[in-house]
Antibody, heavy 122, light 108 residues
Framework: QVQLVESGGGVVQPGRSLRLSCAAS????????MHWVRQAPGKGLEWVAV????????KHADSVRGRFTISRDNPKNTLYLQMNSLRVEDTAVYYC???????????????WGQGTLVTVSS | EIVLTQSPATLSLSPGERAILSCRAS??????LAWYQQKPGQAPRLLIY???NRATGIPARFSGSGSGTDFTLTISSLEPEDFAVYYC??????????FGQGTRLEIK
């Protein structure tokens, strides 16, 4: 079955960088768009970024554009989120999520990882 | 940006009762709406996509309806495991995918 396992979270000071990873298994990773979605403590869900199945097309939310970059390594079945210039308001659980549709992205999410917590604090 | 407004914020019901959750979009989104369930300490789970299609493995007591700006998630007869937070999500237009603020379904 589909498995998504995030890693790389932790405590980081404002202005610093962090890279999250998401290891995927149980499906043909290179056939699906992938997303990052975050959830601040006690709050709702916020979509962060999407990357197409071949990695060529990427989109980022306004709140992170210019600071975060989504990428993927299809031979390694791994999704990444490079987070630079981190802010206190980026504190959240970060989930990687698989797009529901093959090839043409549906932009909804049928499988999720367990999440990794990023805490930005001085 | 399209804003999704969910109501009520909290819904208190008993097992066996019918639950009706609402999601209203600030502009028309056709049928490009999904519903998710999230339990404490867990990742969200996709229930409904394209407004009315049940995701794989989702019980038939969950149903979705609506188009344009007004959408509904109905749980026909609540089971104990259905008490959770429910989010709607739109994928209609860029600049972005947005979620509603959530409805907490609690045991009365």
């Amino acid at each position: 079955q589909v498995q998504l396992v995030e890693s790389g979270g932790g405590v980081v000071q404002p202005g610093r960088s962090l890279r999250l990873s998401c290891a995927a298994s149980g499906f043909t990773f290179s056939n699906y768009g992938m997303h990052w979605v975050r959830q601040a403590p006690g709050k709702g869900l916020e979509w962060v970024a999407v990357i197409a199945d071949d990695g060529r097309d990427k989109k980022h939310a306004d709140s992170v554009r210019g600071r975060f970059t989504i990428s993927r390594d299809n031979p390694k079945n791994t999704l990444y989120l490079q987070m630079n210039s981190l802010r206190v308001e980026d504190t959240a659980v970060y989930y990687c999520a698989k797009d529901r549709a093959v090839a043409a992205a549906a932009y909804d999410f049928d499988s999720w990882g367990q999440g990794t917590l990023v805490t930005v604090s001085s | 940006e399209i804003v999704l407004t969910q109501s009520p914020a909290t819904l208190s019901l008993s097992p066996g009762e019918r639950a009706i959750l609402s999601c209203r979009a600030s502009q028309t989104i056709s049928n490009k709406l999904a519903w998710y369930q999230q339990k404490p300490g867990q990742a969200p789970r996709l229930l409904i996509y394209d407004a009315s299609n049940r995701a794989t493995g989702i019980p038939a007591r969950f149903s979705g309806s609506g188009s344009g700006t007004d959408f509904t998630l109905t749980i026909s007869s609540l089971e104990p495991e259905d008490f959770a937070v429910y989010y709607c999500q739109q994928r209609s237009t860029w600049p972005g995918i947005t979620f509603g603020q959530g409805t907490r379904l609690e045991i009365k």
